[in-house]
């Protein structure tokens, strides 16, 4: 497939190191376009072509960076020309040994997913967690065997450039409108989300939230669907009923364990665990090493993680909630009232309904980033007191002057990072810095 092709990898981020890394074993030549970089200076030891506009007549496939926006000039014209388009993860499926591929996505909870049936499925044999979190999936393609696992958080930035796609596994955690900065409409953005069961066939498996349900129906989805809910249902897949979790398989319906046992926080986890115990029952894993598992793990970094207790207040980081709908969920979590710390680059998104829906838990905003000014719209329609500061230190400092003891102090900005970081993980250290320098 790549023998003697021309490929232009777009964007030589974490994505485009990789790509190049992966693709010096086959014989082909590779171009690089990065409008960022002086590509002149780089020092790599893979051997690479500088993409000029003029060769795009020569170029047989591009492999596309997730952050490069899908209607970048560069790609319009590929499109017109009927240049084949893909991201990484459509690469490595083309290349892959293995077929115990398990792919999960949604507008949130697919981190702490992933990462869950990554810890369950690692307890019986080897597996490789790749996409948004840890390795890049395309390092790891060439060592992954026929007998290891896969499980690939994948975005809808990765997932709108995939074509033969087709993991055993799909999951669909939750979908509601995000990145609309991007995908232009919430259509497109929830199309891109359920092209991973695009490919599926009557031999494989789609994992999918109840709410939902009347959703997939226009979708089409032929793998075998499962659902996950808060509330006890006849179709296959886990339930929540009287505070224990079971699993119904369609013939017979199973206990797996009490919600008491799970120690992260909030109703989104209990999904996000109950989607995980559907992915590891499909795979045959037994009970007690799923309930070992979830009753051990105790969340992930950026994601409602608890930093540390001061004068009775609590912090917690969730720098990865980028999307209204993920910060409500964080709020929701809460024991105290919050002083909620957000604002950030400007996806698109409406904070009404947030702001609205958590104004009883909300004891005060504070809002920092492009989005201050638009947040405090929000705020003021629902009445909810709000500060504007510059910058996230700032933000530290007045939460701990406006807090006492039983609040929680909330990072979770309802938006990407880039107005003033690289990512939300190195907003979230930020944020845990600064927290921890408090006296």
Not at 139 to 150: G, R
Not at 231 to 254: V, W
Not at 304 to 326: A, C, M, Q
Not at 391 to 403: G, I
């Given at each position: 497939?790549l023998e003697n092709k021309n490929i232009l990898i777009m964007g030589f ?427």
């Open positions: 497939m981020g974490v994505t485009g190191k990789a790509t190049l890394k992966f693709l010096k074993e086959f014989p082909c030549k590779i171009f690089i376009y990065d409008s960022n970089l002086d590509l002149q200076k780089l020092n790599v030891d893979e051997d690479f072509i500088i993409f000029k506009e003029e060769d795009l007549d020569k170029i047989d496939l591009i492999v596309k960076s997730p952050g490069i926006y899908p209607f970048h000039e560069l790609l319009v014209k590929a499109r017109e020309k009927n240049i084949e388009i893909i991201s990484d993860i459509e690469l490595s499926y083309r290349n892959l040994k293995t077929n115990n591929v398990v792919a999960v996505t949604g507008t949130n909870g697919k981190t702490t997913t992933t990462t869950i049936i990554g810890d369950i499925l690692r307890r019986k044999s080897k597996t490789f967690v790749v996409g948004n979190i840890g390795k890049g999936i395309l390092e790891i393609t060439e060592e992954a065997k026929s007998d290891n696992y896969v499980v690939i958080e994948a975005s809808s930035f990765q997932l709108e450039h995939t074509k033969l796609f087709k993991p055993h596994i799909a999951l669909l955690t939750y979908v509601t409108s995000d990145h609309l900065d991007w995908h232009k409409t919430t259509q497109n953005y929830v199309d891109a989300k359920f092209k991973i069961f695009a490919n599926q066939d009557e031999d494989d498996f789609a994992i999918l939230n109840y709410e939902n349900k009347e959703l997939a129906e226009n979708y089409n989805l032929k793998g075998k669907k499962y659902y996950f809910s808060m509330e006890k249902i006849s179709e296959r897949g886990a339930f929540l009923d009287k505070g224990k979790i079971y699993f119904n398989d369609g013939e017979n319906t199973e206990e797996i364990l009490d919600v008491k046992e799970i120690k992260i926080p909030g109703d989104h986890n209990i999904k996000n665990i109950m989607a995980a115990i559907i992915a590891s029952k499909l795979l045959n894993i037994d009970t007690e090493t799923i309930k070992t598992s979830i009753i051990s793990f105790t969340g992930v970094e950026h994601r409602i993680e608890f930093v540390r207790e001061l004068g009775g207040v609590k912090y917690y980081n969730d720098s990865k909630g980028t999307n209204p709908d993920s910060t409500e969920v964080a709020v929701a979590a809460m024991d105290g009232d919050v002083i909620l710390i957000a604002g950030g680059y400007d996806k698109g998104a409406s904070f009404d309904d947030l702001i609205e829906k958590s104004k009883n838990k909300l004891k005060t905003v504070i809002l920092f980033g492009e989005t201050a000014e638009k947040f405090s719209n929000s705020c003021k329609k629902s009445e909810v007191e709000f500060y504007i500061v510059k910058d996230l230190n700032k933000a530290v400092e007045l939460a701990k002057k406006l807090s006492s003891s039983g609040d929680d102090v909330l990072l979770s900005p309802a938006c990407a990072s880039w107005d003033m970081y690289s990512d939300y993980e190195v907003r979230g250290r930020h944020f845990k810095d600064l927290v921890r320098e408090l006296v």
